[in-house]
């Protein structure tokens, strides 16, 4: 069985600073991986993916993510916030032959202050 | 290309009612899945349709339904309703490709009294 754990459900950036929101997950076969976004009373929106290759993930909005298979982790950076990265932010997890199953995180709200 | 569309985006019913979602995924995408977003549980997956048959399904329990068209559309249904079942009601579609990735809809606030 797959599962994801997110580290920090609330994190508080000023704005221009580095984004760091952090993902671990688990899977006994080859992870996809995923980052979302949702904004206040809207769906999610996908900022970037991994699946197979490159490690290192570029996605939308600036940001990117790395997947480290030793460390089991997969967390979303960006060097310089912006107040309108203020949202919530999931990552997810599925598997080849898992169908479209996605297991989620419980969400980090981040914050961009002034 | 339209996006996912969801409705009704808003629903208000009472407990022991019955409730039907509807979902219109992006043309062209095959798979259609249905997830449960709430405070309490977060993202949690209900089912996914693909070409009208049911491929996953998610550990709920029998009231929560749903079924695929042959033009892809989706409708979830949720009978006997209980203050619980209160929640945004996502709905993803997919082309099904190895990827697996999803576009996902608006969502469907509903609301149990």
């Known amino acids: 069985a797959q599962s994801v754990t997110q580290l920090g459900s609330h994190v508080s950036v000023s704005e221009g600073a580095l984004v760091l929101l952090r993902c671990n997950y688990s899977?006994?076969?080859?992870?996809?991986l995923f980052w979302y976004v949702q904004y206040p009373n809207q769906g999610l929106q996908l900022l970037l993916k991994y699946t197979t290759g490159a490690t290192l993930v570029k996605g939308i909005n600036g940001f990117e993510a790395e997947f480290k298979k030793s460390e089991t982790s997969f967390h979303l950076t960006k060097p310089s916030a912006h107040m309108s990265d203020a949202a919530e932010y999931f990552c997810a997890v599925t598997f080849t032959g898992g169908g479209n199953k996605l297991t989620f995180g419980t969400g980090t709200q981040l914050k961009v202050e002034l | 290309k339209a996006g996912v569309t969801q409705t009704p985006r808003y629903l208000i019913k009472t407990r022991g009612q019955q409730v039907t979602l509807s979902c219109s995924p992006i043309?062209?995408?095959?798979?259609v899945s249905w997830y449960q977003q709430t405070p309490g549980q977060g993202l949690q997956f209900l089912f996914e349709?693909?070409?009208?048959?049911?491929?996953n399904k998610g550990n709920f329990p029998g009231r929560f339904s749903g079924r695929q068209f042959s033009n892809s559309r989706s409708e979830m249904n949720v009978s006997t309703l209980e203050l619980g079942d209160s929640a945004l009601y996502l709905c993803?579609?997919?082309?099904?490709?190895?990827?697996?990735?999803?576009?996902f809809g608006p969502g469907t606030r509903l609301t149990v009294l």
């Open positions: 899977s006994s076969v080859p992870p996809y």
């Open positions: 993803a579609s997919s082309p099904a490709t190895v990827s697996n990735e999803q576009f």
């Open positions: 349709y693909f070409s009208e048959t049911q491929r």
């Open positions: 043309s062209g995408h095959r798979s």
